[in-house]
């Protein structure tokens, strides 16, 4: 029997896709936060972060471990209940928001973290909008996100949404026109005061291992916690982006 296929389920027999795909690139997504802290000079301690699409609260935790006090974002009230019960309180506050309206007013940010948004999004403006209106200026935007090629297409439209053997998500969670490449987002970015600062290719290190991880997930042989034991991911700077890539851009001084 194929298993139950289901984003931000707390049942043990579902695969959230979502938190599989959060659970692998946890330690590549902070490894790029701490070269853009590195590259900007700005320092974690006291400082603020928010984080939009923080599923089950990985990103934000790992923002809190650094010294930011976090803000966690996402548009899901059984992620954020997850999230809320996962990581607590301390450090961290968890809202369910969209991220075309995130619903904030006076608050500003030293730094924002976007997850599993952008390719997910078809209102990327309003998105960017919400995301240069929560920045201070001078303020990091950090984004990861899937380019639109065929090898991506492959990717997310076919592995992980549709062959049966190897699919994670839903139907509908990833579309072609909802990827998009990174001068095209570099575009939109800079069309809301946000300058982008760096695109940076990020990859498994062997393609073989997620392959094997996303099978022995379906087939129940691991628990979402064994997944980054059997698949590594890696940043490529300067390589072409082919599926998926992480940048940050920097929010416009008055």
Do not use: W
């Not at 976090?70 to 548009?75: G, I, K, S, W």
């Not at 899901?76 to 996962?86: I, L, N, P």
């Not at 073989?208 to 034991?229: N, T």
């Amino acid at each position: 029997m194929a298993p139950l296929i289901e984003l931000d389920s707390a049942s043990v027999a579902a695969i959230d896709g979502r938190h599989v795909r959060a659970v692998a690139l946890q330690g590549v997504r902070m490894e790029y936060v701490a070269g853009v802290l590195a590259r900007t000079g700005q320092s974690a301690a006291g400082g603020r972060a928010l984080v939009v699409g923080s599923g089950r609260g990985l990103v934000a935790a790992g923002l809190r471990d650094l010294g930011f006090d976090v803000l966690a974002v996402d548009p899901s009230d059984a992620a954020t209940a997850m999230a809320r019960q996962a990581y607590g309180e301390a450090g961290i506050t968890h809202r369910t928001a969209p991220a075309e309206d995130l619903g904030l007013t006076d608050e500003r940010f030293d730094l924002a973290y976007y997850a599993d948004t952008f390719e997910i999004t078809s209102e990327l403006g309003p998105v960017l909008d919400q995301a240069a209106r929560a920045l201070r200026p001078g303020g990091v935007l950090v984004y990861d996100t899937v380019t639109r090629t065929l090898l991506s297409r492959l990717v997310y439209l076919g592995a992980f949404q549709a062959v049966p053997m190897t699919r994670i998500m839903p139907p509908g969670r990833y579309a072609a026109a909802r990827l998009r490449k990174p001068a095209e987002l570099i575009v939109a970015l800079e069309h809301h005061g946000l300058r982008n600062a760096d695109i940076c290719e990020f990859k498994p290190t062997d393609p073989r291992s997620l392959l094997r991880a996303v099978m022995a997930r379906r087939q129940g042989k691991i628990g979402d916690a064994q997944i980054p034991s059997i698949v590594d991911f890696e940043l490529s700077p300067g390589s072409r982006v082919h599926v998926t890539y992480l940048g940050f851009a920097v929010a416009d001084q008055p």
